[in-house]
C-alpha cells in the first residue's frame, strides 16, 4: 500500500487517463456523446490536462447517452475495466456510475464495503430541465438535496459538518420504512429524468453534491455540440462553450487558488496492484 504522495498522485492520474481513453474510444465508436466536467474541464483548460494536485476525473453524458452507455459499455470496455453502478453491483449506492481499474484499490468514504473498489473515473448523467430559470432552480435545489440525503443515509455519512437542516432530515428518514425511502428515491429520479425526450433551455446533474449550496443550470446551447480538447496529450471531448461553463462553477477560473487549497481530494492508502 502506498500513501498519496507526489510519486503515487502521477501514477493515479495514469491510471484515470488510461481509464478515460478506453471510455473515449468506446463513445467515439458508439456515437455517445460525453464531455469532460468539473475540474477535469478545468484542468483540460487551465492547463492542458489535470489540475496538478487533482486525483480524478469527472465526465458527463447527456441522459440518453448516458443510459445507453450503461446498457452496452462493458460490453466495449476491456477486460481490465469494470462498468459500476447499481445494476452492476448490488450494493453500490450512488446515483452517477463510476469505470474501475480492475486489481488496484481506491478507497472511498460511503461507508460501504463495495465488491469494486479501484481507481476510478466517474461518469455523470446531464439532464434536461423545462420551465422558467426560477422554477428550474427550484426544481434542481428541491430533488438534488433529498437524493442527496437519501444516499448519505444509505451510507451513514452525512460528509463533513452536516447542516442542522441536513441532520434532521437525516434522522427523519431513518424512522422511515425501507419500502418508503425506496418509493422517495424513485418519484425524485423520476422528476430528473421526465424530460429526458425534450428539447430545454436548461441541462444539469442532479447527481452533485456542490449543487447542494448553488443549482447549476447551464444553456443546452452552449454546452452542445462537444468539441474536441487535448488532455495529458490526448483527444477527448469538452462542452461546446467551456468558458459559459466554467465561468458558472468557478468565476474566475484561470486564476490559481491559493496554495493551502491545492490539495489531495482523498486520504489513504492506494494499492496499484501490477499497474505500470
Known amino acids: 500500500m502506498n500513501k498519496i504522495d507526489d510519486s503515487s498522485l502521477k501514477k493515479i492520474q495514469k491510471a484515470e487517463l488510461y481509464l478515460l481513453v478506453e471510455f473515449d474510444k468506446v463513445c467515439r465508436e458508439q456515437g455517445l456523446t460525453y464531455f469532460l466536467d468539473s475540474g477535469t474541464a478545468l484542468g483540460a483548460i487551465r492547463h492542458g490536462g489535470f489540475i496538478p494536485w487533482d486525483d480524478d476525473i469527472d465526465v458527463s453524458m447527456p441522459r440518453k447517452d448516458y443510459d445507453r452507455f450503461m446498457k452496452i459499455g462493458q460490453s466495449y470496455l476491456p477486460d481490465n475495466v469494470f462498468l459500476q453502478n447499481r445494476r452492476t453491483e448490488k450494493n453500490y449506492i450512488r446515483y452517477a456510475a463510476k469505470l474501475r481499474l480492475k486489481g488496484t484499490v481506491f478507497p472511498e468514504t460511503d461507508g460501504v464495503p463495495y465488491e469494486h473498489n479501484g481507481i476510478f473515473i466517474d461518469i455523470f448523467p446531464f439532464d434536461n430541465i423545462a420551465g422558467n430559470r426560477f422554477w428550474a432552480r427550484f426544481n434542481v435545489k428541491t430533488v438534488v438535496e433529498m437524493l442527496h440525503v ?101 468565476g474566475n477560473y484561470m486564476q490559481l487558488p491559493p496554495e493551502e487549497k491545492r490539495v489531495v481530494h482523498r486520504k489513504g492508502d492506494v494499492d496499484f496492484g501490477d499497474f505500470e
Open 150 to 250: 437519501i444516499r448519505t443515509y444509505r451510507g451513514h455519512d452525512l460528509g463533513v459538518s452536516p447542516s442542522r437542516v441536513r441532520r434532521g432530515i437525516s434522522m427523519i428518514i431513518k424512522r422511515m420504512p425501507k419500502w418508503f425511502i425506496n418509493s422517495l428515491e424513485r418519484f425524485c429520479l423520476k422528476i430528473a429524468q421526465r424530460n429526458k425526450d425534450k428539447e430545454t433551455r436548461f441541462m444539469t446533474c442532479y447527481f452533485w453534491r456542490m449543487s447542494q449550496t448553488k443549482q447549476y443550470l447551464f444553456d443546452t446551447s452552449k454546452m452542445l455540440p462537444v468539441k474536441d480538447v487535448l488532455f495529458e496529450g490526448q483527444e477527448v471531448k469538452i462542452m461546446n462553450n467551456p468558458d459559459h461553463y466554467l465561468t458558472l462553477m468557478y
